[in-house]
């Protein structure tokens, strides 16, 4: 059933991307940088699933094929969000920081590493909206370093910003986008069934009801895509179906769910356990079981970016405002 695992992973960048000839133009001829200036900054927006992690790094790939120079590196700011941990993270990523320790390395020593280098670097930082806006403004000072900032909400991570970083980044170029459509979402799947798995045993209903399921999320019907040809090799079934698929929603499901958990950081999974073993909880409890459990609690600003982070993450949602505002767990 199984003929490339790899087309069914999550992480996987597919040699073409469909539906998005636009956006991969647009993003190709701004980080293709000019003789005189570096590459421009830019911001990806949009849902979750609609593939902002995937072309950026589509396009980083060409052009890495393309310019000798070129070097960039993807951190995922959920899992690492400290400022010293985002830089440790990207010069590992971009070949530089090998032997740097991840605790106790001065920010200045990769700062100065990237600044004395003559490649033009790109940091895409994923889930940016849990940063710390001193990273942002540190790694926008220096000349040959360009920031592809991903996130959900625009509005929100903007108005999040002080004076100086909302200034930086409302100068960098936007690229903003839509959930697939049915139609659409049902070719992405078709393309990974085509290079990962023996298509004369997939039912072009299964494909459809996947893509109903998903509703233009396209991580979600990968991820029901990739458990239902699972649950068929394991079982020696002949072929995938819409009954397949029904079988295996509720763990596909939850899979995502356990994928996101795992990509948190230290505060954040604390956060959220205190939630989910809560179920429901008041913010002023959530802050003081917080600040009990740790022993470096971090500020109550940082927490509510985290918390806006739970929720964009569909984890937890949250109800009322102020000191009336309450939490509870989604998962």
């Not at 930082?125 to 942002?136: G, M």
């Not at 927490?303 to 989604?330: C, F, P, T, V």
Request: hydrophobic share 40%.
């Amino acid at each position: 059933m199984i003929t490339d695992a790899r087309a069914l992973r999550p992480e996987y960048v597919p040699r073409d991307l469909h539906h998005r000839d636009g956006q991969i133009d647009h993003l190709s001829s701004v980080l293709a940088p000019s003789p005189l200036n570096r590459t421009e900054d830019i911001c990806l927006f949009g849902p979750s699933g609609v593939g902002k992690t995937t072309i950026a790094k589509f396009v980083l790939g060409q052009l890495e094929r393309e310019m000798l120079d070129l070097r960039w590196g993807y951190v995922n700011c959920m899992r690492d969000n400290s400022a010293s941990a985002v830089l440790h993270e990207f010069a590992r990523e971009v070949g530089i920081g090998s032997d740097l320790r991840r605790e106790g390395t001065p920010r200045s020593v990769v700062i100065d590493r990237l600044r004395n280098r003559d490649e033009q670097f790109i940091a895409v930082l994923d889930e940016v909206t849990v940063l710390d806006e001193e990273i942002l403004l540190a790694l926008y000072e220096v000349p040959n370093v360009s920031l592809i900032c991903i996130t959900i909400k625009e509005d929100q991570w903007m108005t999040s910003l002080g004076q100086a970083a909302a200034s930086r980044m409302h100068s960098a170029a936007t690229v903003r986008l839509d959930k697939y459509s049915h139609t659409e979402l049902v070719d992405i799947l078709n393309a990974r069934v085509t290079h990962g798995l023996v298509s004369s045993r997939v039912d072009d209903n299964a494909v459809e009801y996947i893509a109903d399921i998903a509703a233009g999320n396209a991580r979600d019907g990968i991820a029901l895509l990739r458990r239902a040809a699972a649950h068929v090799e394991e079982n020696e079934m002949r072929e995938m179906t819409t009954e397949v698929v029904d079988a295996i929603s509720d763990d596909a499901q939850r899979e995502v769910t356990q994928r996101k958990i795992r990509t948190l950081g230290t505060h954040q999974r604390l956060l959220f356990r205190i939630v989910r073993q809560a179920g429901e909880i008041d913010v002023g409890t959530l802050h003081a079981r917080y600040e009990a459990q740790i022993d470096s609690p971090k500020s109550r600003t940082t927490r509510r970016r985290y918390l806006r982070s739970l929720k964009q993450y569909e984890l937890i949602a949250d109800e009322g405002n102020g000191r009336g505002k309450s939490y509870r767990s989604l998962a």
